[in-house]
């Protein structure tokens, strides 16, 4: 898997996007739950859906499952 420092990258920017949206938290709630929304199912849909696949398969041909 030739994309190991890309991909921890990736990890690292969405903890720093929540950690950054936990700041803001000092309004009413609802005001953020759209934007963790939006920042969740945008890394459901890009990073665990094609991302992580691609890392899945790379770990199950040396054994790993």
């Not at 309004?27 to 859906?49: K, N, S």
Request: charged share 25%; hydrophobic share 35%.
């Amino acid at each position: 898997y030739g994309h190991g420092e890309t991909h921890r990258r990736h990890h690292q920017d969405l903890l720093e996007r929540i950690g950054q949206l936990t700041q803001r938290l000092s309004g009413p709630p609802a005001m953020a739950a759209p934007e963790l929304r939006d920042i969740l199912l945008a890394w459901i849909v890009e990073h665990i859906e094609t991302d992580d696949r691609c890392y899945a398969v790379t770990l199950n041909a040396q054994g790993v499952y």
